[in-house]
């Protein structure tokens, strides 16, 4: 168990190499511009001729339009991108900035104007037109069958998200300071997480103090579990207050133009750990650092998460840790590849996954620790860069 850190590196994050307390400097520009062909190369081995794709991450992804109602339709010979009368200003200067304004056809209209659209590109005798499996209900299917007939419909599966899984350089600009910006909001309320807060107040604050730091949003539902509620993996904070000893779960993220951050640290709330919870922060302090140091390129995704668990198993402790290891970051706050045993994914570089073992005791409490990081070409490179001492600063 280390010491207590000095609560002014705290402050500071130490100023992590690369990655700057608080996100600053130019952007570095996304290659937007050409996913839509390197998609149209993908389309063969998908089995189709046409791609209609309806996920809204997805959409985002190939044209940088950020609207809640969009398509895309992608072919050999076409590229199209429909949506309502909300979005007419939006998606044609979003589609400029992307450098697709003379590449892509829009359509602004009414759910059957957009499907008529649609139907003129992709439909025809013969075609083979593909949807997005995991983003398309029943009756959506319906509704394109009779739209689209008499193509033939197709389900598709990770066709766009496999391009997703390699980020470019400004995809992981953006991702780093998502990450950045996220530390700097947890050193700013850490004196915050102290006996007789309750985990809601301090969840709160967290959330408001990555808004106030530039986040344009958190990046998903922000965890604060203290006590027995650690023990529970996705705990939602309550009006419960810390108690001293108690270990605080904080599991939390910024976002910064639409891409993610995730991070999680326990502390011990009040001094050392117990007894038998400064063990389970030994542990789980372990398998993380052996599950981050076997992240690199060629590296199959469930070996990662084999390091990890075999470390808790050997303390007899496999039963208590029940999750996954790991999953993709970007767009999505899960997204592939999965970093779990039945994952098939290799890694390779420009891949961003968690690292996030944790042990959770039921009655007790529990501790997790996990680390966004990005595939480098000999091994893996963390943007989140918070601290992973226990023991809080005294103030």
């Not at 590229?79 to 450098?99: H, K």
Request: with cysteine; net charge negative.
């Amino acid at each position: 168990m280390s010491a207590a850190p000095d609560p002014m590196s705290l402050a500071v994050l130490a100023e992590p190499v690369g990655v700057p307390p608080v996100p600053g400097g130019v952007p570095v520009a996304m290659d937007v511009a050409s996913r839509i062909d390197r998609l149209r190369g993908c389309l063969p081995d998908a089995g189709v001729d046409i791609l209609v794709v309806t996920t809204l991450a997805n959409v985002r992804y190939l044209t940088g339009f950020t609207g809640s109602a969009g398509i895309v339709v992608v072919g050999g010979d076409t590229a199209l991108v429909t949506t309502d009368g909300r979005y007419r200003s939006q998606v044609a200067e979003q589609l400029q900035a992307a450098g697709l304004a003379d590449a892509v056809d829009v359509v602004v209209g009414g759910a059957q104007e957009q499907r008529d659209a649609v139907a003129g590109r992709a439909g025809g005798s013969g075609r083979l037109v593909g949807l997005e499996a995991d983003g398309v209900t029943w009756a959506a299917q319906r509704r394109w069958a009779e739209a689209l007939a008499p193509a033939d419909l197709v389900p598709t599966a990770a066709v766009v998200e496999g391009l997703r899984q390699v980020k470019d350089a400004g995809e992981l600009d953006l991702m780093a300071r998502a990450a950045a910006l996220a530390d700097a909001a947890l050193a700013d309320i850490l004196p915050l997480v102290a006996p007789g807060r309750s985990e809601a107040e301090i969840a709160l604050a967290l959330d408001s103090a990555m808004r106030r730091l530039g986040a344009e949003d958190r990046a998903f539902e922000t965890i604060v579990a203290s006590g027995p509620n650690a023990a529970k993996p996705h705990a939602r904070p309550s009006d419960r207050r810390i108690e001293p000893g108690d270990p605080v779960v904080i599991d939390f993220g910024a976002t910064v133009g639409g891409y993610r951050s995730d991070m999680t640290r326990t502390f011990a709330c009040g001094g050392q750990p117990a007894a038998e919870m400064a063990a389970v922060f030994d542990l789980v302090a372990r398998s993380q650092a052996a599950g981050v140091a076997a992240v690199r390129p060629g590296v199959a995704a469930c070996e990662v998460d084999a390091v990890c668990r075999d470390v808790i198993a050997a303390a007899g402790l496999a039963d208590a840790f029940e999750h996954g290891t790991g999953h993709g970051v970007g767009l999505d706050i899960h997204e592939a590849p999965s970093v779990s045993s039945g994952s098939t994914a290799i890694l390779e570089p420009g891949v961003v996954v968690t690292v996030e073992p944790g042990v959770y005791l039921a009655g007790r409490g529990g501790v997790r620790i996990e680390d966004t990081v990005v595939v480098t070409a000999d091994g893996c490179r963390p943007l989140t860069r918070f601290p992973k001492e226990p023991v809080l600063p005294r103030t």
